[in-house]
């Protein structure tokens, strides 16, 4: 590699992190081409009609704070290529049996409906959302000291806490311990283990200063304006290659991976020493997902109305259920009742059904075990009817995919890993593995640009951007 080369860099695989190193790459003046398996880019952001004509599902991702936050993504002129956030009018509703708990935009207006533990909830929040660009930007940024070690003193020793017991030492109310649990468990960790308070955090932190949108249309439109805008740059994507060994890529200066290990180790065989093959090998995948994707006649029949208003829908009861549900998961156990996460995003966007504005689109997924083949419509459907009597009748298609299924779709989620490889405190930071330059292998022309590497799962192409920084610093100066 290095001599007769067709390219400056090839990016095998087009999620949000290949194409945002691709992006990168393509910036600095450098020939990229995109190599991805499917038919159509965008890895987790990929939309389709998959229930009835005209309805518009996300496949994966739906919810965008780390998208609009991402300080990578901020910096592209994607809006100009066709992509639109949109805001519902409440980022969230945590659905408890007897009512809505609501997290608004607002600080304010989230610590008034939380009651007695309003001011908890303010002290909790308060000093990092003042100052949640210089959190987000350690959190996303390249890794290292800390530029703002006060604030990320701050922010961390929260952080660093189990989620159930910073839930359960800071507030009094079933409310607000629920509100809490709820977005730490979308790391799908064990709400007891070290450092799952962090999710909470975050995803507090991202609704009270950015929001939860949606993209216009579907994530989709975000894979689009991204491979738009690499176009616009001169750079090539190729769909329908799946890369299978070293010799299905053209020569090349850099390669970039939007792959995890186990797929990495298999493509590239012996171009990595043992050494590292050994580390990458020990590589810990997580807890898999099962997902619905719903066409409705009518809007879901919530009975607290304020649940109409919220984009994501948190369906899990107490703090005490969802905690329960995370640990049978990590026991091997299916969740009963399962945590269920779900969005509607036609309520807000009607580009995602036909023109006659009466049909909605649903998105509901819970975790389960890793690699299960086990289906969850019922149990998922009881919990939604349990919190909208009579969602069942509004149903008019549905499609569903296992935890398995999921890695057939995208081999990057092995055994239903959304997050590309567990996110608990010994992969969080060394994913892969530990080494000054994560991006990096031991082969100076190989690199890894996936959510396997820092800061992990989500559509935010931070990995990717950071990826493609270390391979213009190693071969482009
Ligand atoms: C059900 C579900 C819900 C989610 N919800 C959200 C959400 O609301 N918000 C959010 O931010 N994130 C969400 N995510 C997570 C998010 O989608 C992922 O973290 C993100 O897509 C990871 O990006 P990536 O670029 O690392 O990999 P991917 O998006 O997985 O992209 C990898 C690409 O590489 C291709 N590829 C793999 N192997 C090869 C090969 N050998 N040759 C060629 N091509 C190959 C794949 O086809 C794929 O297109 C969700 C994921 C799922 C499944």
Not at 23 to 36: K, N, P
Not at 97 to 123: K, P
Not at 160 to 178: S, Y
Not at 222 to 249: F, H, K, P
Request: glycine letters at 12%; aromatic letters at 8%; one cysteine or more.
């Amino acid at each position: 590699m290095g001599e007769a080369t067709q390219y400056d860099a090839v990016i095998v695989g087009s999620g949000p992190n290949g194409l945002a190193a691709a992006v990168t790459l393509a910036r600095a003046g450098r020939s990229v081409l995109v190599l991805e398996g499917k038919e159509t880019v965008g890895g987790g952001m990929r939309t389709l009609e998959y229930t009835l004509p005209g309805y518009r599902h996300d496949v994966c991702s739906a919810v965008h704070p780390l998208g609009v936050g991402s300080p990578f993504f901020r910096d592209l002129p994607l809006h100009e290529h066709g992509l639109e956030w949109v805001f519902p009018d409440y980022p969230l509703a945590h659905l408890l049996d007897d009512r809505a708990v609501l997290l608004h935009r607002s600080l304010d207006e989230t610590a008034a409906g939380l009651g007695s533990d309003g001011a908890a909830y303010r002290r909790l929040l308060a000093p990092i959302v003042d100052d949640w660009r210089g959190i987000l930007e350690q959190f996303l940024g390249p890794l290292g000291l800390p530029r703002r070690p006060f604030l990320m003193a701050r922010f961390g020793l929260r952080a660093i806490q189990p989620a159930a017991m910073l839930a359960n030492r800071t507030f009094d109310t079933p409310e607000a311990r629920a509100l809490f649990a709820g977005m730490a468990a979308h790391i799908t960790i064990p709400l007891n283990q070290v450092t799952t308070a962090a999710g909470g955090l975050m995803l507090a932190l991202l609704a009270h200063a950015i929001g939860w949108p949606f993209a216009r249309g579907g994530s989709q439109s975000i894979a689009d304006a991204l491979a738009a805008y690499l176009r616009s740059l001169g750079g090539e994507i190729q769909t329908g290659v799946w890369v299978q060994s070293m010799a299905d890529i053209p020569p090349a200066r850099a390669v970039l991976f939007d792959v995890t290990p186990r797929q990495l180790l298999d493509i590239v065989g012996d171009a990595l020493p043992g050494g590292y093959r050994n580390r990458l090998e020990g590589y810990r995948y997580g807890q898999g997902v099962f997902k619905i994707d719903w066409a409705l006649s009518e809007p879901v029949p919530w009975r607290d109305p304020a649940a109409r208003r919220a984009g994501t829908l948190h369906i899990g009861g107490t703090l005490a259920e969802i905690a329960a549900g995370e640990r049978a998961i990590w026991q091997g156990r299916l969740p009963d009742p399962p945590f269920v996460l779900f969005a509607q995003p036609s309520i807000f966007d009607p580009a995602r059904v036909p023109g006659d504005g009466k049909g909605h689109t649903a998105w509901g997924y819970c975790h389960v075990p890793h690699g299960s083949t086990a289906d969850m419509t019922a149990a998922i459907e009881r919990q939604i009817e349990r919190h909208a009597p009579g969602f069942g009748d509004c149903i008019i298609g549905r499609h569903t995919i296992t935890a398995a299924e999921y890695e057939t779709y995208n081999p990057n989620y092995i055994g239903g890993d959304i997050n590309g490889g567990v996110q608990d405190w010994r992969q969080l930071f060394t994913r892969p593995v530990a080494r000054l330059n994560p991006y990096t292998t031991p082969n100076p022309h190989l690199f890894l640009c996936s959510s396997a590497t820092p800061p992990g799962g989500g559509v935010h192409g931070m990995c990717g951007y950071h990826a493609a920084r270390a391979a213009l610093d190693r071969h482009f100066r």
